[in-house]
C-alpha cells in the first residue's frame, strides 16, 4: 500500500523567507515521488520529481526537494519565497496511479 | 503544445440528473487518468486507461460511474443518478506510455455542484 502525509495543512511565510513544505511517505514498492502545484483556478503542475539517483531534486521556480529513504520523506523547500508562489502544494506517490496528500496551502505575506 | 482539456469547466446539476465530462489529452499521450478531488483534499485516483483499454479501476468509482475511451483519444465520465456527495472537482491528466515514469500532466478539472 502507498500513502502520503503531509504534515501542515497551511504554512504562512514572509516574502524573501526559507519555507519547508513537509512529505512523509509509506510505500511498500519501489518509491517515485512527486511535489504539484496548484495555483487558484488552474490545473495541477509538476514541480519536481524523484525517481532515482540523486535524492537531491531541483524542479521549477527554485524549489527543491531530498529524498530521505531512512526518514521516508520528500520535503520541499525554497530558500526565498515570492508572492507569487502563494498556492496550494501537493505530494504525490506512485507510478500507474498516484496516491496524493491532502495538501499544504503556502500563503506568501508581503 | 496545447495541454490537456477538460469539458465544462463547471457543471450545477440536480440530484438524481446524469452529468457527462469530457477530457482531451496531449496528442501523443497514450495514457489517460480520472481523479476526483474534493475540498481540502488532494485528487483522488478514480481510473485510468491506455489506449482504450481501462486498465485500473478504484473502489471508489461506484456503479453509477463509468469511463470511456473509445477511440484511445478522448474519453468521457459519466455520473448517473447524481447525489450531492458528488460534488467535487473531477480532473483528468494524461501521460506517455512510458510505465511508472512519465510524467502525468493535469487538465484544469471540471467543477461539479449537484443540489
Known amino acids: 500500500a502507498q500513502s502520503v502525509t503531509q504534515l501542515d495543512s497551511q504554512v504562512p511565510v514572509f516574502e524573501e523567507a526559507p519555507v519547508e513544505l513537509r512529505c512523509n511517505y509509506s510505500?511498500?514498492?519501489?518509491?517515485?515521488l512527486f511535489w504539484y502545484v496548484q495555483y487558484p483556478n488552474q490545473g495541477l503542475q509538476l514541480l519536481l520529481k524523484y525517481l532515482s539517483g540523486s535524492t537531491l531534486v531541483k524542479g521549477i521556480n527554485g524549489f527543491e526537494a531530498e529524498f530521505n529513504k531512512s526518514q521516508t520523506s520528500f520535503h520541499l523547500r525554497k530558500p526565498s519565497v515570492h508572492i507569487s508562489d502563494t498556492a496550494e502544494y501537493f505530494c504525490a506517490v506512485g507510478g500507474n496511479q498516484f496516491y496524493f496528500g491532502t495538501g499544504t496551502s503556502l500563503t506568501v505575506i508581503p | 503544445d496545447t495541454g490537456v482539456s477538460q469539458n465544462p469547466r463547471h457543471k450545477i446539476t440536480k440530484r438524481g440528473q446524469n452529468v457527462t465530462f469530457r477530457c482531451d489529452p496531449i496528442s501523443e499521450h497514450n495514457r489517460l487518468y480520472w481523479y476526483r478531488q474534493t475540498l481540502g483534499q488532494g485528487p483522488e485516483f478514480l481510473t485510468y486507461?491506455?489506449?482504450?483499454?481501462?486498465?485500473?479501476k478504484s473502489r471508489l468509482l461506484s456503479d453509477r460511474f463509468s469511463a470511456e475511451r473509445p477511440k484511445g483519444s478522448f474519453s468521457t465520465l459519466e455520473i448517473q443518478r447524481t447525489e450531492q456527495g458528488d460534488s467535487a472537482m473531477y480532473l483528468c491528466?494524461?501521460?506517455?506510455?512510458?510505465?511508472?515514469?512519465?510524467?502525468?500532466?493535469f487538465g484544469p478539472g471540471t467543477r461539479l455542484l449537484v443540489l
Open positions: 491528466a494524461s501521460s506517455r506510455t512510458g510505465g511508472l515514469l512519465e510524467t502525468q500532466y
Open positions: 510505500s511498500s514498492v519501489s518509491v517515485y
Open positions: 486507461f491506455q489506449n482504450e483499454a481501462q486498465l485500473e
